[in-house]
């Protein structure tokens, strides 16, 4: 077999292994005896668990010793190696406080956010001199990290809010935790789309005019149905169902349109899913968890949400910031250029700083230190996401 | 002042809200922490006085307290935060490309919005006086808020004493009254927290186990660290703290080194650019898909020169050559401080070109004489053996037409084109031919002779950018202290047990500035294999 076929293998294999190690961690909260360290599904979990993570490194090897470089140098890559940090966050942290429900949250974030990845051309690429150095490893590896440990506490942060807020009424905080569960949904919204479409082959393309006078006009490849198409642009493919709407001429670049379009339809499966969630379920998504959660301590979620931030802070400065600069001094001749990848980079940092302030200073424990906890992830995916596809830069991979 | 003395005989300065020594509350100026009686003892910083909560009469005060607010740390930290964010809306102006001025340049990508955000200056957000303002109150805040707490706080703990009063025992987190145990029990549990490294202080049996006070100094080392880088970033505003300079050097050419005040010259070798080969197995679908080429490295092979006689006009430099290397993306040549970075490139640009001069009706072209033009330093004339003579009449680097009228878009030879006037032998009337590439003209319909090209030469031009910056050692060291300090701060943590011997028993008391679950486990360990049980968490009884 090729290496890269079993590279390819071995992550798929390190999916199906932390999947199953969410029903084990799921299968906690159903044992009756009190002690969490004698919990046996708990210790097959994350037995599992940490299989998963090797075959996820075994991947990690395979794929750096078949392209020759280490496999962090597009969004495929770099997206996976965040997911698999943030298992090895998990697996740490866990050790720590034997925390077993917290498998049950972390992990699927982590199977979120590899399907997420897979969603990406995940080709060997060459690396362009720009991203040929060692500072690329350095760099991007201790971010990933930094970013992976910082996102555990959000997943204890959501198994705080999730078991601490009042259900009995309809609050504005409990529709926005139910916001947040949506937005998960709309991450397996866009997986479930895009494989979909996929599968099924499904492949038109757009003429667009051109831009400048001297330009020439261009295409534009859409994998899913056109709901909205690009501006001014004409259907190329025969047969093929036109969009419904055209994206606005203010929205730049000519992947702009499609992008939406993806996000859309995203939004709109997840919409779905999270209402057929609701109706099978018939209360909050909330609600329906939180009585699973009655025999976890509160005090002790909140300081492992807490703790996270405390060891991932300085992970995140020494890779998002200091390794950042001097990379940047390196290649680009200037530390810091207000590239809008850097900017949100200190947006992050500046925001856990403000987290560790409140919490230190203003006391911010448990409630508002778990919603500040998932502002801080919605930031870093804003990060991770965002700006990557939507605001340009040098950073831009995609 | 009025210093306050407490009951177990120690002086504190005014404005303690627990006693320095053994931590009685100070009754009047229990507000200060927000401390109730019912409550437990807010301990963030030992109690101790701080100048802030102490004085409030003059401007002074009034300045020192508004910057030594967490409160206020905090929204400038969050103001700064959410103003960073508004500069990625659009590009900034100085990471855009394009050639249009930002005031139309806005407006034409973004329209109205466009428009708005640049009246609002965020085109240029970083670089605005509120942002600096911003940045600058920040410092301030770190500066003030961090001596106005780690002096008393410093004080606090090198006086206190392993006695403590009762009511400070009793209204810590973790507390215990274990009237039962033994003796045996007590040595055991002094014992066992030795073996946990505590450091443990006795004194008339009262126990102080302490463990990571270093830690305690965290928040105040990593502030210094991000002052000094603060420092630092500010120095960037003096003019002479750093060089940036960009040079062009085309291959084979020598360059004095711009940024180095005539000291270096560089020698433009050889500049190469390669691509990624597409039939490699390994990328081929990648590179497929990207469009073709992708582009695996761009080089200079540079000879750098160091003058060696004094800097004058007008004279030709003696050279005396001091390195030599390649110059690549990501890996700068060194020297003396400054860095030569691989910037840009221009490839193919014409080195020479070689005409002949024929007869226009001559079928063979059999050539007159020929003659070659350097593009970069043309001559204004040229002289061929049999007598005839060209003039440069008028030159076009880059050639255009702008308005109907021909002229150059840049000074570099990129497209270049030529109004030629053969003079033959004897004649005092020029013939004026018009060149350019592709195109070849006689304006007056008459000419006898025609210019033809027959060679020319390119070579490629490498684009270097040379900095030298000063203020890059305290960048760094602001940043390395800042690593320290935070990974002091939440790496470790400040531990402390006190045991207070009773008639019967003792009890125990903890306290910790961070990770609780950590203390608790050490509590455990230390009263293992004792009768008596870990002290409560009064903090989660509550709960
Ligand atoms: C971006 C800027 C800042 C960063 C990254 C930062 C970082 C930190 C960190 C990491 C800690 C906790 C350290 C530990 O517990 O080990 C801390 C504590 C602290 N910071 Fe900052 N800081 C910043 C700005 C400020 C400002 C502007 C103030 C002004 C009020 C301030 C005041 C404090 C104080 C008083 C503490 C100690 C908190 C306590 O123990 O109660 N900081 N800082």
Request: include cysteine; charge should be negative; aromatic fraction near 14%.
């Amino acid at each position: 077999m090729e290496l890269s076929t079993i590279s390819s293998n071995l992550l798929y294999a390190s999916f199906f292994l932390y999947l199953i190690a969410t029903f084990f961690f799921g299968g906690t909260i159903r044992e009756k005896d009190a002690q969490q360290k004698e919990s046996k599904a708990g210790k097959i979990g994350i037995t599992i668990t940490i299989i998963g993570f090797v075959a996820q490194v075994g991947y990690f090897i395979t794929r750096w010793i078949a392209s020759q470089h280490a496999p962090l140098s597009n969004l495929f890559e770099y997206t996976t190696f965040f997911g698999m940090m943030l298992v090895l966050a998990f697996i740490v942290i866990y050790f720590i406080y034997r925390l077993n429900v917290l498998g049950l949250f972390v992990l699927p974030i982590a199977l979120l956010i590899i399907a997420y990845a897979s969603m990406f051309p995940s080709e060997i690429s060459p690396l362009i001199p720009a991203l040929n150095t060692h500072w690329l490893y350095i760099h991007v590896s201790t971010v990933s990290l930094g970013q992976a440990i910082l996102a555990v506490s959000f997943g204890a942060g959501l198994l705080y809010l999730i078991k601490t807020l009042d259900q009995t009424e309809r609050t504005k905080k409990n529709a926005w935790l139910e916001f947040i569960i949506y937005t998960l949904f709309a991450v397996i919204g866009f997986i479930v789309i895009t494989s979909g479409f996929r599968l099924g082959g499904y492949e038109v393309t757009f003429e667009v005019p051109a831009e400048g006078e001297a330009m020439e006009a261009s295409t534009v490849d859409y994998t899913l149905l056109p709901i909205v198409g690009p501006t001014d642009g004409t259907l190329q493919t025969e047969g093929a169902t036109g969009p419904l709407l055209e994206a606005p001429s203010w929205m730049q670049g000519e992947k702009a349109a499609r992008k939406l379009n993806t996000m859309i339809w995203s939004l709109l499966v997840g919409l779905v899913l999270y209402v057929l969630a609701r109706l099978i379920l018939r209360k909050r998504v909330a609600a329906a968890i939180q009585p699973k959660l009655s025999r976890v301590k509160p005090s002790l979620v909140d300081e492992v949400s807490y703790r996270a931030v405390a060891i991932g802070f300085p992970v995140f400065t020494l890779g998002g910031l200091i390794f950042a600069m001097i990379w940047a001094q390196i290649a680009w001749n200037r530390f810091w250029g207000w590239d809008p990848k850097e900017v949100w980079a200190l947006i992050t940092w500046l925001f856990y700083a403000v987290f560790l302030h409140l919490r230190l200073g203003a006391g911010w424990h448990g409630e508002k230190s778990a919603w500040l906890a998932v502002i801080g992830f919605a930031i870093i995916m804003f990060n991770l996401i965002a700006v990557n596809l939507v605001l340009a830069g040098l950073h831009s991979y995609a | 002042m009025n210093k306050i003395k407490c009951e177990c005989g120690h002086v504190n300065p005014e404005g303690t809200v627990l006693c320095e020594a053994c931590g009685k509350p100070v009754e009047e100026n229990q507000h200060i922490d927000g401390n109730n009686e019912n409550k437990l003892l807010n301990m963030r910083y030992d109690g101790s006085a701080r100048r802030s909560k102490t004085y409030n009469k003059t401007i002074v005060d009034k300045i020192w307290n508004f910057f030594s607010s967490v409160k206020v740390g905090v929204w400038l930290i969050a103001v700064t935060l959410i103003a960073s964010s508004l500069g990625t809306i659009f590009p900034q102006e100085m990471n855009n490309q394009s050639p249009l001025p930002a005031e139309q340049y806005y407006e034409e990508n973004y329209g109205m919005a466009g428009q708005i955000y640049y009246q609002l200056g965020f085109h240029d957000l970083y670089g605005s006086w509120w942002y600096m303002i911003l940045i600058a109150s920040i410092g301030v805040s770190l500066v003030i808020a961090s001596i106005d707490r780690v002096v008393p706080l410093y004080r606090s703990l090198k006086k206190q004493k392993p006695k403590r009063h009762e009511t400070f025992m009793k209204r810590q987190r973790l507390f215990g009254q274990a009237e039962y145990a033994s003796e045996q029990d007590y040595h055991r549990v002094i014992d066992q927290l030795k073996e946990r490294r505590y450091k443990v202080i006795q004194e008339n049996g009262h126990v102080l186990a302490e463990k990571g006070r270093f830690s305690r100094w965290g928040p105040y080392v990593n502030h210094i660290g991000l002052i000094i880088f603060l420092l630092g970033a500010l120095l960037r505003f003096v003019p002479s703290m750093y060089v940036d300079a960009n040079v062009w050097v085309r291959e084979g050419e020598t360059k004095m080194l711009e940024g180095t005040e005539g000291e270096y010259y560089i020698k433009n070798e050889d500049f190469i650019v390669e691509m990624y080969d597409e039939n490699d197995e390994r990328y081929k679908e990648s590179i497929e898909k990207q469009g073709g080429s992708v582009p695996k490295n761009y080089q200079t092979n540079a000879v750098l020169y160091q003058r060696t006689d004094e800097s004058l006009p007008g004279v030709d430099p003696e050279l005396k050559q001091v390195k030599e290397g390649e110059i690549r993306v990501n890996e700068p040549l060194k020297i003396d401080g400054f860095a030569i970075y691989q910037t840009t490139y221009q490839l193919n640009e014409f080195k020479t070109m070689t005409f002949k001069l024929h007869e226009r009706s001559d079928a063979d072209e059999q050539s007159i004489g020929e003659f070659t033009v350097n593009l970069v330093d043309p001559k204004s004339e040229y002289t061929l053996d049999n007598g005839y003579r060209i003039e440069l009449y008028d030159y076009y680097p880059e050639f255009e037409m702008k308005d109907g009228v021909p002229s150059s878009f840049s000074k570099y030879p990129k497209d270049p084109a030529f109004v030629f006037h053969v003079y033959p032998p004897g004649q005092e009337e020029p013939e004026v031919n018009f060149l350019a590439i592709g195109s070849n003209l006689d304006p007056s319909g008459e000419n006898q002779y025609k210019i033809g090209i027959t060679d020319l030469e390119m070579r490629d031009v490498t684009g270097l950018t040379i900095r030298k910056d000063y203020t890059l050692p305290f960048l760094g060291i602001g940043g390395a202290i800042f690593m320290i300090g935070v990974i002091q701060g939440m790496y470790w943590n400040h531990r402390r047990i006190w045991i207070q011997p009773k008639e019967q028993g003792f009890w125990v008391a903890g306290h910790t500035n961070k990770n609780w679950f950590g203390l608790k486990k050490d509590l455990e360990k230390a009263l293992d294999g004792t009768s008596v049980e870990p002290p409560e968490d009064q903090q989660e009884l509550k709960e």
